[in-house]
T-cell receptor, first 112, second 111 residues
Framework: QQQVKQSPQSLIVQKGGISIINCAYE??????FPWYQQFPGKGPALLIA?????SEKKEGRFTISFNKSAKQFSLHIMDSQPGDSATYFC???????????FGTGTRLLVSP | NAGVTQTPKFRVLKTGQSMTLLCAQD?????MYWYRQDPGMGLRLIHY???????AKGEVPDGYNVSRLKKQNFLLGLESAAPSQTSVYFC??????????FGPGTRLTVL
Protein backbone atom coordinates (compact mmCIF):
# COMPACT_ATOMS: atom_id res chain seq x y z
CA GLN A 1 0.00 0.00 0.00
CA GLN A 2 3.02 2.27 0.43
CA GLN A 3 4.16 1.72 -3.15
CA VAL A 4 4.24 4.30 -5.91
CA LYS A 5 4.15 2.80 -9.39
CA GLN A 6 5.88 4.78 -12.13
CA SER A 7 5.77 4.40 -15.90
CA PRO A 8 7.28 4.24 -18.40
CA GLN A 9 10.69 2.94 -17.39
CA SER A 10 12.29 4.82 -20.29
CA LEU A 11 11.16 7.44 -22.76
CA ILE A 12 12.59 8.95 -25.92
CA VAL A 13 11.14 12.26 -27.09
CA GLN A 14 12.18 14.54 -29.91
CA LYS A 15 13.31 18.06 -29.15
CA GLY A 16 10.30 20.32 -28.84
CA GLY A 17 7.94 17.48 -28.00
CA ILE A 18 6.00 16.77 -24.83
CA SER A 19 7.33 14.27 -22.30
CA ILE A 20 4.77 12.59 -20.05
CA ILE A 21 5.59 10.41 -17.05
CA ASN A 22 2.89 8.81 -14.93
CA CYS A 23 2.66 7.64 -11.34
CA ALA A 24 -0.04 5.84 -9.37
CA TYR A 25 -0.46 5.27 -5.64
CA GLU A 26 -2.75 3.32 -3.32
CA UNK A 27 -2.44 5.01 0.06
CA UNK A 28 -5.11 7.72 0.26
CA UNK A 29 -3.26 9.28 3.21
CA UNK A 30 -0.56 10.61 0.88
CA UNK A 31 -0.79 14.41 0.71
CA UNK A 32 2.50 15.46 -0.83
CA PHE A 33 3.68 14.46 -4.31
CA PRO A 34 7.10 15.68 -5.46
CA TRP A 35 9.07 14.99 -8.61
CA TYR A 36 12.85 14.70 -8.50
CA GLN A 37 15.28 15.08 -11.40
CA GLN A 38 18.61 13.27 -11.48
CA PHE A 39 21.44 13.84 -13.94
CA PRO A 40 24.09 11.12 -14.44
CA GLY A 41 26.62 11.06 -11.64
CA LYS A 42 24.60 13.44 -9.47
CA GLY A 43 22.14 13.15 -6.63
CA PRO A 44 18.41 13.71 -7.24
CA ALA A 45 17.10 17.26 -6.85
CA LEU A 46 13.55 18.47 -6.26
CA LEU A 47 11.97 19.66 -9.52
CA ILE A 48 8.36 20.42 -8.62
CA ALA A 49 5.81 19.26 -6.04
CA UNK A 50 2.03 19.32 -5.57
CA UNK A 51 -0.48 18.84 -2.79
CA UNK A 52 -3.96 17.35 -3.44
CA UNK A 53 -5.82 20.62 -2.87
CA UNK A 54 -5.04 21.58 -6.49
CA SER A 55 -5.32 19.55 -9.70
CA GLU A 56 -2.42 21.15 -11.53
CA LYS A 57 0.78 23.02 -10.79
CA LYS A 58 2.99 24.64 -13.40
CA GLU A 59 6.55 25.88 -13.13
CA GLY A 60 7.98 27.00 -16.42
CA ARG A 61 7.90 24.08 -18.87
CA PHE A 62 7.14 21.56 -16.10
CA THR A 63 3.58 20.76 -15.03
CA ILE A 64 2.21 18.28 -12.51
CA SER A 65 -1.32 17.04 -13.15
CA PHE A 66 -3.07 15.41 -10.19
CA ASN A 67 -6.16 13.18 -10.27
CA LYS A 68 -7.23 12.46 -6.71
CA SER A 69 -10.12 10.13 -7.59
CA ALA A 70 -7.90 7.98 -9.82
CA LYS A 71 -4.98 8.22 -7.38
CA GLN A 72 -2.66 9.22 -10.17
CA PHE A 73 -0.33 12.10 -10.90
CA SER A 74 1.86 12.87 -13.85
CA LEU A 75 4.71 15.10 -14.95
CA HIS A 76 4.48 16.90 -18.27
CA ILE A 77 7.54 18.52 -19.80
CA MET A 78 6.56 20.91 -22.56
CA ASP A 79 8.94 21.85 -25.38
CA SER A 80 11.37 19.14 -24.21
CA GLN A 81 15.05 20.01 -24.61
CA PRO A 82 18.18 17.84 -24.77
CA GLY A 83 19.18 19.36 -21.41
CA ASP A 84 16.08 17.72 -19.90
CA SER A 85 17.61 14.29 -20.52
CA ALA A 86 17.78 12.79 -17.04
CA THR A 87 16.11 10.27 -14.77
CA TYR A 88 12.87 11.45 -13.16
CA PHE A 89 11.45 10.05 -9.93
CA CYS A 90 8.00 10.60 -8.55
CA UNK A 91 7.45 10.27 -4.81
CA UNK A 92 4.74 10.52 -2.19
CA UNK A 93 4.43 11.16 1.52
CA UNK A 94 2.06 12.41 4.21
CA UNK A 95 2.25 14.38 7.42
CA UNK A 96 3.79 12.27 10.17
CA UNK A 97 5.21 9.63 7.81
CA UNK A 98 8.64 11.28 8.05
CA UNK A 99 9.89 9.90 4.74
CA UNK A 100 9.26 9.73 0.99
CA UNK A 101 8.20 6.70 -1.03
CA PHE A 102 9.86 6.85 -4.45
CA GLY A 103 8.80 5.41 -7.78
CA THR A 104 11.30 3.31 -9.71
CA GLY A 105 12.30 6.14 -12.05
CA THR A 106 11.98 7.05 -15.73
CA ARG A 107 15.00 7.59 -17.91
CA LEU A 108 14.19 10.39 -20.36
CA LEU A 109 16.23 10.99 -23.49
CA VAL A 110 15.43 14.04 -25.59
CA SER A 111 16.89 13.65 -29.05
CA PRO A 112 18.21 16.79 -30.83
CA ASN B 1 27.08 26.45 2.11
CA ALA B 2 28.28 23.03 0.98
CA GLY B 3 24.83 21.46 1.39
CA VAL B 4 25.07 17.68 1.75
CA THR B 5 28.49 16.10 1.34
CA GLN B 6 29.40 12.41 1.24
CA THR B 7 32.72 10.69 1.88
CA PRO B 8 34.15 8.77 0.07
CA LYS B 9 32.99 9.21 -3.53
CA PHE B 10 34.15 5.74 -4.63
CA ARG B 11 35.18 2.61 -2.77
CA VAL B 12 36.00 -0.98 -3.64
CA LEU B 13 35.73 -3.59 -0.90
CA LYS B 14 36.35 -7.29 -0.71
CA THR B 15 33.61 -9.54 0.63
CA GLY B 16 33.65 -9.53 4.42
CA GLN B 17 35.40 -6.18 4.83
CA SER B 18 33.81 -3.36 6.76
CA MET B 19 33.52 0.32 6.05
CA THR B 20 31.73 3.50 7.10
CA LEU B 21 30.18 6.07 4.81
CA LEU B 22 30.02 9.60 6.16
CA CYS B 23 27.28 12.10 5.39
CA ALA B 24 27.49 15.71 6.56
CA GLN B 25 25.03 18.60 6.13
CA ASP B 26 25.42 22.25 7.01
CA UNK B 27 21.75 23.29 6.70
CA UNK B 28 20.79 22.50 10.30
CA UNK B 29 18.29 19.91 9.08
CA UNK B 30 16.63 17.61 11.61
CA UNK B 31 15.93 14.72 9.22
CA MET B 32 18.62 12.65 7.49
CA TYR B 33 18.31 9.60 5.24
CA TRP B 34 20.42 6.91 3.62
CA TYR B 35 19.26 5.42 0.29
CA ARG B 36 20.67 2.92 -2.11
CA GLN B 37 20.07 3.20 -5.84
CA ASP B 38 20.17 0.16 -8.09
CA PRO B 39 19.19 -0.06 -11.78
CA GLY B 40 15.44 -0.47 -12.19
CA MET B 41 14.82 -0.34 -8.44
CA GLY B 42 14.72 3.39 -7.86
CA LEU B 43 15.74 4.83 -4.50
CA ARG B 44 15.27 2.49 -1.56
CA LEU B 45 15.47 3.79 1.99
CA ILE B 46 17.99 1.98 4.19
CA HIS B 47 17.80 3.90 7.49
CA TYR B 48 16.77 7.36 8.55
CA UNK B 49 16.97 9.73 11.50
CA UNK B 50 14.50 12.36 12.70
CA UNK B 51 16.95 14.03 15.07
CA UNK B 52 20.27 13.80 16.84
CA UNK B 53 20.60 10.50 18.67
CA UNK B 54 17.68 8.84 16.86
CA UNK B 55 17.65 6.27 14.07
CA ALA B 56 14.99 4.12 12.43
CA LYS B 57 14.86 1.32 9.89
CA GLY B 58 13.77 1.93 6.35
CA GLU B 59 12.79 -0.44 3.57
CA VAL B 60 16.09 -2.37 3.23
CA PRO B 61 18.00 -2.13 6.56
CA ASP B 62 19.57 -5.61 6.70
CA GLY B 63 23.37 -5.62 6.65
CA TYR B 64 23.65 -1.92 7.54
CA ASN B 65 23.93 0.07 10.74
CA VAL B 66 23.74 3.82 11.30
CA SER B 67 24.55 6.40 13.91
CA ARG B 68 23.60 10.06 14.40
CA LEU B 69 25.77 11.25 17.27
CA LYS B 70 25.85 14.84 15.94
CA LYS B 71 23.00 16.65 14.24
CA GLN B 72 25.06 17.44 11.16
CA ASN B 73 26.46 13.93 10.60
CA PHE B 74 24.84 10.61 9.68
CA LEU B 75 27.07 7.55 9.38
CA LEU B 76 26.24 4.36 7.46
CA GLY B 77 28.20 1.25 8.36
CA LEU B 78 28.66 -2.06 6.62
CA GLU B 79 30.03 -4.59 9.10
CA SER B 80 30.65 -7.44 6.64
CA ALA B 81 30.25 -6.35 3.05
CA ALA B 82 28.55 -8.64 0.53
CA PRO B 83 28.42 -8.40 -3.29
CA SER B 84 24.68 -7.67 -2.98
CA GLN B 85 25.63 -4.37 -1.36
CA THR B 86 27.28 -3.14 -4.54
CA SER B 87 25.30 0.00 -5.24
CA VAL B 88 25.29 3.78 -5.31
CA TYR B 89 24.51 5.20 -1.88
CA PHE B 90 22.88 8.59 -1.41
CA CYS B 91 22.46 10.59 1.74
CA UNK B 92 19.75 13.23 2.03
CA UNK B 93 18.58 15.73 4.61
CA UNK B 94 15.44 17.79 5.13
CA UNK B 95 13.56 19.95 7.61
CA UNK B 96 10.55 17.60 7.49
CA UNK B 97 9.15 14.99 5.11
CA UNK B 98 9.11 17.68 2.45
CA UNK B 99 11.98 18.68 0.17
CA UNK B 100 14.98 16.41 0.64
CA UNK B 101 18.41 17.63 -0.35
CA PHE B 102 20.65 14.88 -1.71
CA GLY B 103 24.39 14.45 -1.62
CA PRO B 104 26.47 13.50 -4.69
CA GLY B 105 26.53 9.79 -3.86
CA THR B 106 29.07 7.10 -3.06
CA ARG B 107 29.67 4.35 -5.60
CA LEU B 108 30.51 1.14 -3.73
CA THR B 109 31.69 -2.07 -5.35
CA VAL B 110 32.00 -5.26 -3.30
CA LEU B 111 34.08 -7.98 -4.94
Amino acid sequence: QQQVKQSPQSLIVQKGGISIINCAYENTAFDYFPWYQQFPGKGPALLIAIRPDVSEKKEGRFTISFNKSAKQFSLHIMDSQPGDSATYFCAASYTGFQKLVFGTGTRLLVSP
Amino acid sequence: NAGVTQTPKFRVLKTGQSMTLLCAQDMNHEYMYWYRQDPGMGLRLIHYSVGEGTTAKGEVPDGYNVSRLKKQNFLLGLESAAPSQTSVYFCASSTSYNEQFFGPGTRLTVL
